[in-house]
């Protein structure tokens, strides 16, 4: 089967699975496995391999997340049952108020995904929003993508996250300079696509059923109506929620620290599959610190907690069976050898390479990976920056975020939104972070340029002659600041833009689906 025509199967695959959804209101879970089986058709997949493969997607999602989503659910489950989570919110509008709250996600999301997977922070934190929503009547969806995109910005960019420590070392980067850099680029990108995008979102969705908004008074007065005689500090919740990622973060550090057999066996407990263990230990100490504030036997409160996921469950396993499916086609090799046939610029084809592949595979993580294995050995060659070409493969990673990616469903149940609302929150608020970022990587790699690249080329060549060079194909360049000004920051400029804007129009393409109006 030709390249393009697996390209071809994939996209119909996509476009199959959103109609279903959308259009004929199939579940989300049952229309991805029919997805999958239909795809596997379309690729020739023999039968036996086409049920293996469907099989083992489940089961791999379920083993990767399963355990993680469960313990993360009692665990909210436990500070809700007990009045934590209020007592949270309460603080958190009393601190900032319901218009600042986005603030405060989008920072708190921002930091604690540098330690922690994106995945089961976004399970321990989520709770924050829905009862912030709950209680200022305003939509879910401005929290959610203020949260979200200070998760994913880090998730994509900042070391000691998995993804970009893999892409770092690949390139053979300077780890101290590529982390600099990667603050530099996410933080206005998680700003933009998570602070301002989440408070547009929530002005645009904030009027309740009966019409009138809630001031934060109001939503105070009405937690504190509700509340239990006996209740949690909001610093017994804070303790609680961040407890998890303390111990992630402590088993990912001591090893630096300490290589005693008896710390390094605590360390991978507590950090295995996605933290499974450290997850275990915070429901055992949330149980014993607020049990006295919970009249529920825990068999109760365990239940209904699995029960309120247990779509959940069945939508991400789905979900990595209809992304098997897509890796065993090989559509990220088939996408990986069209863009490097291309002849364009090493960090352009990082880009461009890093967003398909996280749109067809899924997992930026992945698409992180897999992208740096396929350009690194291209750096030499090309005589390009291993830190500006990194820092291009970890933005791909924020690009498109669409129904082949596990977080896209965990962000659209655990919240209740539809299809439209998460394309609006999820795929459109790291679509902002990532042109951001892709800007904010234009202006940064102008500074390198000018006090660091070009220095280092007047070791090799004179700077008159290198002046001479530019000029002969750009007269107007007559000083060093003009090679800046003239070529590199136009060119990096254009190069996020430009990517950012194919992004929209593929975007701008499905978005008559979305609405239903196609």
Request: hydrophobic share 55%.
């Amino acid at each position: 089967m030709s390249n393009g025509m697996i390209i071809a199967i994939f996209f119909v695959s996509l476009f199959v699975l959103l109609f279903g959804i959308i259009k004929l209101k199939m579940d989300s879970g049952v229309m991805m496995l029919i997805t999958a089986l239909f795809t596997g058709i379309l690729l020739g997949m023999p039968a036996k391999d086409l049920v293996s493969t469907v099989a083992s997607g489940f089961g791999n999602m379920m083993a990767a997340l399963g355990i993680v989503v469960g313990l993360g659910s009692i665990l909210g489950g436990i500070l809700a049952e007990s009045g934590a989570t209020d007592q949270l919110a309460l603080a958190m509008l009393r601190k900032f108020g319901s218009k600042k709250a986005n603030v405060a996600l989008n920072a708190t999301g921002y930091l604690v995904s540098i330690p922690v997977f994106m995945g089961p922070a976004y399970i321990i934190l989520n709770p924050i929003c829905t009862t912030l929503a709950k209680h200022t009547k305003k939509n879910v969806i401005g929290y959610t993508t203020a949260l979200v995109v200070g998760l994913m910005c880090t998730h994509c960019l900042v070391i000691p996250t998995p993804g970009p420590l893999a892409v770092a070392g690949s390139m053979g980067a300077n780890v101290g300079l590529f982390i600099l850099y990667s603050l530099i680029i996410s933080l206005p990108a998680s700003i933009c696509g998570g602070t301002l995008y989440g408070n547009y979102l929530t002005k645009k969705f904030s009027t309740n059923t009966d019409g009138a908004d809630v001031t934060d008074n109001e939503a105070i007065a009405e937690i504190q109506k509700t509340q239990k005689a006996v209740h949690p500090s909001a610093g017994t919740a804070i303790f609680l929620i961040l407890l998890p990622i303390i111990l992630i973060l402590f088993a990912t550090l001591m090893p630096y620290a300490t290589q005693a057999a008896f710390i390094l066996n605590i360390c991978t407990f507590l950090s295995a599959s996605n933290g499974v263990g450290a997850l275990l230990l915070s429901v055992l100490v949330a149980w014993v610190m607020l049990r006295k504030y919970i009249d529920k036997a825990p068999s109760k409160i365990f239940a209904s907690s699995l029960n309120d996921v247990g779509d959940v469950f069945f939508i991400l396993a789905a979900s990595g069976s209809y992304g098997a499916i897509i890796s065993a086609s090989g559509i990220g090799n088939v996408l990986g050898s069209f863009v490097s046939a291309s002849n364009i610029p090493l960090f352009v084809m990082a880009f461009i390479m890093s967003v398909l592949l996280k749109a067809a595979l899924g997992s930026s993580a992945t698409a992180l990976v897999t992208t740096a294995s396929l350009v690194a050995p291209l750096l030499e060659s090309t005589g390009a920056n291993p830190i500006i070409v990194g820092l291009a493969v970890c933005l791909g990673g924020l690009g498109i975020c669409l129904p082949t990616d596990g977080a896209f469903w965990e962000v659209k149940e655990f919240n209740g939104l539809s299809m439209k609302e998460t394309f609006i929150a999820h795929t459109g608020g790291n679509l902002i972070a990532c042109v951001v970022g892709s800007i904010a990587m234009g202006i940064t790699a102008a500074f390198a340029n000018y006090f660091i690249l070009l220095p280092l080329f007047e070791n090799f060549l004179p700077l008159n002659e290198l002046i001479a060079a530019f000029g002969s194909f750009m007269p107007f360049i007559h000083t060093k600041l003009d090679i800046v000004l003239f070529n590199a920051l136009p060119f990096n400029l254009l190069k996020g833009l430009v990517i950012g804007f194919v992004t929209m129009l593929v975007y701008k393409r499905i978005s008559p689906l979305l609405k239903g109006t196609h």
